[in-house]
């Protein structure tokens, strides 16, 4: 098999996030945020013995949520992914929540691009300070959805 | 022309704003760089149209069609007072048999909203 010539680069990516009822709304957050993690899903699995054999009786079950973790700059500008999303996790009532989507490859026609349903903000970074450090603030947030589901950009 | 959805697409801004793999659409509702890109990534693929006289209802109708120089694809995508005046239909029932084809073809009626940031 010869190697393949279509891999994606990790840095050029486009990440957007919705807190609106539908999701219709969506917010370009790419220029303001820089690492988007947990992203393994899991399936629940488990196994038993009998008393013949040598290996275990094994079964799957549902696939588990995820916990999708963004990593952004802190800034204190309106639109940018801190400030949306901190107005969003304070939002009061029973979980604050948000959609959000990412393309690997950069959000062009024929681009995948990874959608989840609406989650709950289950967590939220305010911005550390450290008087020892040289670099810009980073924050972030986690997000718990049920599912990603994929598709092809054509619009 | 008349492309089958290979992988599912996303269109529109909302969520659940997706055309699912399977169904069709036509060159009416993406443009030719669009279907272009698509085609080339393998999330669609052109569709040759079914004969007219194998579609439900339409044994007797196909021939005076298929005389006219009509298919499936041409009838979606022609004009329905031309193509009416080339069968010697009522336009009405052209209508009618358009939204039949785009029933039996799964194709789009409504224009997709475009959304693409990059594009």
């Excluded at chain 1, 303001?32 to 699995?45: C, K």
């Excluded at chain 2, 007797?60 to 007072?81: C, M, T, V, W």
């Amino acid at each position: 098999m010869p190697q393949t010539t279509t891999s994606v680069a990790m840095a050029c990516a486009l990440l957007e996030i919705a807190t609106d009822n539908n999701c219709a709304g969506w917010l370009d957050i790419s220029g303001s945020s820089n690492q988007l993690s947990g992203v393994e899903q899991t399936r629940i699995s488990g196994e038993t013995y009998s008393f013949d054999g040598d290996t275990a009786i094994i079964q799957g079950g549902k696939r588990e949520p995820m916990e999708l973790v963004v990593q952004s700059v802190y800034t204190e500008t309106a639109l940018e992914t801190f400030e949306a999303a901190r107005a969003a996790f304070e939002t009061a009532g029973c979980g604050a929540r948000m959609c959000l989507r990412w393309s690997p490859a950069g959000g062009a026609i024929g681009d995948a691009l990874y959608t989840t349903p609406r989650g709950i903000l289950v967590s939220f970074t305010y911005p550390p300070i450290d008087a020892t450090a040289g670099g810009p603030i980073l924050a972030g947030f986690t997000l718990k959805v049920s599912e990603v589901t994929h598709s092809v950009v054509a619009t | 022309m008349i492309y089958r959805v290979l992988a599912r697409l996303s269109a529109g801004s909302r969520l659940g704003g997706y055309i699912e793999a399977g169904s069709m659409v036509s060159d009416n509702d993406l443009t030719p760089r669009v279907i272009a890109i698509l085609v080339d990534r393998g999330a669609l693929s052109p569709v040759a149209p079914p004969p007219l006289g194998v579609l439900p209802g339409w044994k007797l109708r196909a021939k005076r069609f298929e005389e006219a120089g009509y298919d499936a694809i041409s009838i979606l995508e022609s004009d329905s007072a031309t193509v009416a005046q080339e069968t010697g239909y009522a336009e009405r029932s052209i209508e009618k048999w358009k939204n039949e084809l785009r029933g039996f073809m799964k194709v789009r009626e409504t224009q997709i909203t475009s959304n693409c940031k990059n594009c």
